[in-house]
């Protein structure tokens, strides 16, 4: 079956940096891209980084120049390489599969079927 596993979460200080993994295994139907969400206590899952499998990508206002997202189709793993991190950025991040359509589209939930089960980030000021 489809399983996604991330890893790679933590807790550093404001300005520090973390590398997000997420392994793919299994079987997966119609997926075209994928991408990296994120959800704080009491606020609605948000996309974060997004990326297609022709490798176009599409970054969150709140992290573009600090987060970067890339895919390895060899190792079938998904990386996000997050520089000068905020303590906004405190959250539970998520790894998702999904066909996406549109590029508008990347970073809504809605357009994703599979999820891993997260991993935690903490920034501290």
């Known amino acids: 079956r489809a399983q996604l596993v991330e890893s790679g979460g933590g807790s550093v200080q404001s300005g520090g940096s973390l590398n997000l993994s997420c392994i793919v295994s299994g079987s997966f139907y119609a997926v075209e891209c994928m991408g990296w969400f994120r959800q704080a206590p009491g606020k609605e899952r948000e996309g974060v980084a997004a990326i297609a499998y022709s490798h176009k990508t599409n970054y969150a206002d709140s992290v573009k120049g600090r987060f970067t997202i890339s895919l390895d189709k060899a190792k079938n793993t998904l990386h996000l390489q997050m520089n000068s991190l905020k303590p906004e950025d405190t959250a539970m991040y998520y790894c998702?599969?999904?066909?996406?359509?549109?590029?508008?589209?990347?970073?809504?939930?809605?357009?994703?079927?599979?999820w891993g089960q997260g991993t935690q980030v903490t920034v501290s000021s």
């Open positions: 998702a599969a999904g066909y996406c359509g549109s590029y508008s589209n990347t970073l809504h939930p809605v357009q994703y079927d599979y």
